[in-house]
């Protein structure tokens, strides 16, 4: 019973949980005491406090970035009092050595630039965090359709291996489908769900009022645009006398219906990017934000959209995030705030109208200039090529100087100072930089975030080894403290049918586990499988490890797998961790899309990699070579030799043996290394032609060290049909 409760916890914390930055927990800090304090001691805070940093690019006249600047050319201001800088670094977005970077930057012990000179060089590129914020309640339908077709071109063709991209919608109609991955499949289905959703006024007449025209009146007192409006309505009903009063009221009731409902739903287009925000406060390094909207309007009297938009901006800041807004209309001519319309058909108007159209598209635009420029970012206003946007703001955030100082004065240390960058003698140059910079929260405040952190990672000894699990399991993103890796793929075999197998590691040497100690260690382990309509197919495990005194084997991960049946669908698989002794927590989690093989359709399974040690180069690889462990982490050796093996499903064989080509690349970004002769599957192996199993090896000596793709094709020569897989891999 307690089982089979503790799935039905899984299933409602998994469905809560999954469906990301709308409803995402705030955790507020208690706040320090305000003790008075003696000069010595504000001496004491003064040597002892964190350093503040910002981050900021330099473009020349060309809008190229200005690389290999030095510390000493940068004049850094807050409140117009010259502050020294006790830390610079240039940095590569996405770089191995990014994270390390930013935390030495907001570190006591922060490396003068000298010290650290160097470190980026040859530094990796780990990929792009990249988030896609759909205002899709500002959305028109035209607009909605173009950013679509957008996305789903950038995946195609933009997006580059190792990237992690999220869509992200203000409605939340994406739902379970919003979440950071490199899987191109999940994210075309979250495009697919993107739908028309901006509910306009309701209204059967002839005179339209815009969200600007009734803040307008509402908010401005414009009396002008008022009495346009309704002689506008007056002359629709082609009436004069009694229904002035009639025109009166049902224009007073439709401009601040217009306007409640307009700042309604701005407050939540808000909240939800602000949500989005402290999320990515968890991930390392910079993010990049692309803010898609059709414009909305945030300088209303009585509401409280202008505070919220400065409070996302200053929480960028803390979370590294960078805003580039994008008014999906391009260049538009908008037939509701249209120059030339006029509603009067006798001719006759006040002029009002055709004063609007300018005034509305800077309002409409004006809070996506705010969070642009306040975040280091741009707005991208009047472009109708989203591909270029899309590529000039990843090339502009590629590379970004970071610079830190100890404040001398509470409003430098509370953020409240205006900070201003510039390049010495170098007027030609453009500093872009965020109008907020990040602030090392107060003692009491990362007290408390430590201590909540812990708890989610099931460090503290009041949670239930179920709770801890649980919570690792629904975790936003992976949790780290036992580091673990998880490999799945599908196959159909003629005993068991469409199998998902999924591969576990965790290492050895984060356990408790004594070595020459008769100590063991029990970890729980629980899993899920989550497609997109919310179907969950869940396990539980126990493992026990023992201790080994031999040195190999103490460097060797732990692995274990497990099966599951699945219909074909797209799934999340997650896999939860927690060590019964410490309580430590570790998860994994990957995308996978089964097809649905009974379709007849030409298939190529998983790819699943494995590794072996490298044979001498005079000895040849045996036909029929030994089974290999599957690796789960992908990370191989330089000295090793990676084996790949797959299935191909549904080959044509009318009578005759199928003719099946398989063509192999490696990739490094999008730089094709190696290209395999092409080779034929053997068909004289199995019995049965509908699955035909194929493997081959590549040798990794011939590889530098650093990430790679490893890329199959399959094509069926009678048909033309073929299918691809991919899978990522590390040399090291």
């Known amino acids: ?33 305000q003790n008075k304090q003696t000069p010595q001691d504000e001496d004491v805070l003064r040597i002892k406090t964190e350093l503040v940093q910002t981050d900021l690019t330099v473009f020349d006249k060309q809008g190229r970035f200005v690389d290999g600047l030095r510390p000493e050319q940068f004049e850094l201001s807050l409140d117009g009092k010259p502050q020294a800088i006790s830390f610079f670094e240039r940095v590569s977005a996405g770089s191995s050595m990014e994270a390390a970077q930013v935390a030495a930057a907001r570190s006591d012990s922060a490396k003068s630039s000298e010290q650290s000179k160097g470190t980026t060089q040859g530094a990796a590129n ?3 965090v990249i988030f896609f914020f759909l205002d899709d309640l500002h959305l028109s339908e035209a607009s909605l359709m173009r950013a679509r077709k957008a996305l789903g071109d950038f995946i195609d063709n933009q997006m580059q291996p190792g990237d992690q991209v999220a869509i992200v919608s203000a409605s939340g109609q994406i739902g379970f489908l919003q979440q950071l991955t490199d899987y191109k499949p999940m994210l075309r289905a979250a495009i ?3 739908v028309y959703k901006k509910n306009p006024e309701t209204y059967a007449g002839k005179v339209p009022i815009s969200e600007y025209e009734a803040n307008q009146v509402v908010d401005n007192r414009n009396r002008e645009l008022f009495t346009y409006l309704v002689m506008a309505t007056i002359n629709e009903y082609q009436s004069q006398g009694p229904l002035l009063g009639v025109a009166v009221n049902m224009v007073r009731n439709r401009v601040r219906q217009i306007a409640s409902q307009s700042k309604a739903v701005t407050i939540n287009v808000l909240e939800v990017l602000e949500s989005l925000m402290r999320s990515s406060a968890q991930l390392p390094g910079r993010k990049l934000v692309f803010f898609m909207s059709d414009g909305f309007i945030a300088n209303t009297r009585g509401g409280n959209a202008l505070p919220l938009l400065k409070r996302v901006t200053e929480i960028a800041a803390h979370s590294g995030v960078v805003v580039y807004t994008m008014d999906a209309r391009g260049t538009f001519n908008d037939p509701t705030v249209d120059a030339g319309r006029n509603d009067f058909p006798d001719g006759m108007s006040s002029g009002t109208q055709a004063r609007t159209p300018s005034l509305e598209a800077a309002a409409m635009q004006e809070p996506l200039h705010i969070l642009a420029e306040d975040t280091g970012g741009r707005a991208i206003i009047n472009d109708n090529s989203f591909a270029d946007a899309f590529q000039q703001a990843i090339d502009e955030t590629s590379a970004y100087y970071l610079l830190a100082w100890r404040p001398d004065t509470d409003d430098e240390r509370n953020g409240k100072s205006k900070i201003k960058v510039t390049v010495k003698d170098r007027p030609d140059l453009r500093v872009r930089l965020r109008r907020s910079y990040y602030v090392p929260p107060p003692p009491a405040e990362a007290k408390a975030k430590s201590e909540n952190e812990k708890s989610v990672a099931g460090d503290s000894s009041q949670v239930t080894p179920e709770e801890g699990l649980l919570t690792a399991l629904g975790a936003l993103y992976p949790q780290r403290t036992i580091p673990t890796a998880l490999a799945v793929g599908y196959v159909n075999t003629l005993d068991q049918g469409l199998t998902l197998k999924a591969s576990m590691q965790i290492d050895r040497a984060a356990l408790d586990v004594a070595t020459g100690e008769a100590k063991k260690s029990e970890v729980d382990v629980i899993g899920a499988a989550i497609d997109d309509r919310g179907i969950i197919v869940t396990f539980k495990q126990l493992l026990t490890i023992v201790p080994d005194s031999s040195t190999q084997n103490q460097a060797q991960p732990i692995v274990w797998n497990q099966q599951l ?4 669908g797209l799934y999340q698989v997650r896999v939860a961790v927690r060590e019964r002794a410490s309580g430590r927590t570790g998860s994994a989690q990957q995308w996978i899309e089964v097809p649905d093989l009974a379709s007849g359709q030409f298939l190529l399974s998983s790819l699943f990699l494995g ?4 044979t001498p180069r005079d000895e040849k690889f045996a036909a029929a070579p030994q089974p290999v462990t599957v690796d789960v982490d992908h990370h191989f050796a330089r000295a090793s030799i990676m084996r790949f093996q797959a299935y191909i499903y549904n080959a044509t064989h009318n009578g005759v043996a199928p003719n099946i ?20 599957v053997p068909t004289d192996t199995t019995k049965d032609l509908t699955r035909l199993p194929y493997w081959a090896e590549i040798a990794l000596d011939q590889l530098p060290v650093g990430k790679y793709l490893l890329q199959v094709t399959a094509t069926d020569r009678a048909t033309k049909a073929s299918a691809t897989q991919q899978v990522s891999f590390v040399v090291e």
Request: hydrophobic share 45%; glycine share 2%.
């Open 1 to 33: 019973m307690r089982l089979r409760n503790f799935f039905i916890t899984l299933t409602l914390v998994a469905a809560a949980t999954l469906s990301l930055f709308l409803s995402l927990p705030v955790v507020h800090a208690q706040q320090a005491s």
């Open 126 to 128: 780990n990929g792009r």
């Open 192 to 194: 697919n769900r993107l």
């Open 565 to 568: 049946k699945l219909q074909p």
């Open 611 to 614: 590794e072996r040690k490298a």
């Open 661 to 680: 080509e398989i063509q192999t690349r490696v990739l490094k970004g999008d730089r094709t290394i190696i290209t395999m002769p092409s080779a034929r």
